[in-house]
């Protein structure tokens, strides 16, 4: 449950705080004056060229950026649970450029010949896996997917942070990011698809609620917003909450993240209930259960 992991989470940071802590004193230099660049590693020199004119880079310049190859193969490691190979192809093109920002930018995404994922998508993807104040250009050297986009970006991240992004992470941002993108073609509205996965999203990050209550939660969100729900997209859904729900993502800064959606989603003033009668039995068990962990540590 949320509430033991918080207590763990509290007592490994009290621990790290009491260990000794080597500081980077130039990372935050590092990051703001320099920009990272991923290139799919199957690129011609014809398609790189288009693609970096597209990224806003000249080809000239390119001992400024720090740069790394995405293969194909890093795409299927990330992506084969979620996407038919087809989709994903056979040929790494992706492309993208990451720039760190002052504290407050928040993810800030433009995409160049991307058909699959939108800006939104992105952005909440990003947020779940813990990128934070960045400006992020993805481009392709003509009309692709885009999914492989997600790849490059954590890559070009972890490289400027000096951080390696937790995987359970990394594979929750792109499940969130297929999800999305399947749940719009589905619907047939990318924006609705956007506000729903996040709206979904904050409420179970905020909230410790049961499989049921989530599976309420999605159909009286699906119908505030009149979205039409078949039964696969909700199991898709659910499946990807039971994984945010383990993540213990922090709400503000998602919110601080991805400004614009939450923001638009607060002005939504969405009438959720859950049914009492759960919600009771919910929190009858919640009492029972931090009882029981308390009558543990101190018996």
């Known amino acids: ?10 007592l490994a940071a009290i621990m790290t705080v009491m260990a000794p802590v080597t500081v980077m004193a130039d990372r935050e ?16 020199d014809v398609e790189k060229s288009t693609v970096l004119q597209l990224l806003g880079v ?11 190859e995405i293969t194909n193969s890093m795409e299927h490691e990330y992506l084969d649970s979620y996407l038919d190979s087809s989709l994903i192809g056979s040929r790494a093109l ?32 990003l947020a779940t896996a813990g990128i934070k104040n960045a400006d992020i250009k993805v481009a392709g050297p003509f009309k692709i997917s885009g999914t492989a986009g997600l790849v490059g970006a954590i890559k070009s ?3 400027m942070t000096g951080q390696k992004i937790d995987a359970q992470n990394v594979e929750t941002a792109t499940n969130e990011l297929v999800v999305t993108s399947d ?27 049961s499989e049921e209550e989530i599976a309420g939660l999605i159909d009286e969100a699906a119908s505030e917003m009149d979205i039409s729900l078949s039964e696969d997209d ?8 039971d994984k945010i729900d383990g993540l213990d ?18 002005d939504m003033d969405l009438n959720i209930n859950l049914d009492s009668e759960e919600t009771q039995s919910f929190l009858s068990n919640l009492l029972q259960k931090i009882v029981d962990f308390f009558n543990d540590l101190l018996g």
Request: with cysteine.
């Open 1 to 10: 449950m949320k509430s033991k992991r918080k207590i763990a989470i509290l």
């Open 29 to 44: 230099d590092a990051i703001l004056d320099k920009p990272y660049l991923s290139l799919g590693a199957d690129l011609t």
């Open 58 to 68: 000249k080809e000239s310049n390119l001992e400024n950026y720090t740069v790394v």
């Open 94 to 125: 992706s492309s993208v450029l990451v720039e760190g920002k002052e504290e407050g930018n928040g993810i800030k995404v433009t995409t160049n010949n991307i058909s699959y994922c939108t800006v939104g998508m992105y952005q909440n993807a």
């Open 157 to 159: 991240y972890e490289n």
């Open 183 to 209: 749940l719009a073609g589905s619907i047939g509205d990318s924006e609705k698809a956007e506000e729903l996965v996040g709206f979904i999203k904050n409420e179970v990050a905020s909230n410790d609620y």
């Open 234 to 241: 909700k199991q898709k859904i659910m499946k990807l909450m």
């Open 249 to 266: 993502l922090d709400v503000n800064q998602l919110k601080e993240q991805v400004e614009g959606l939450y923001n638009k989603l607060q």
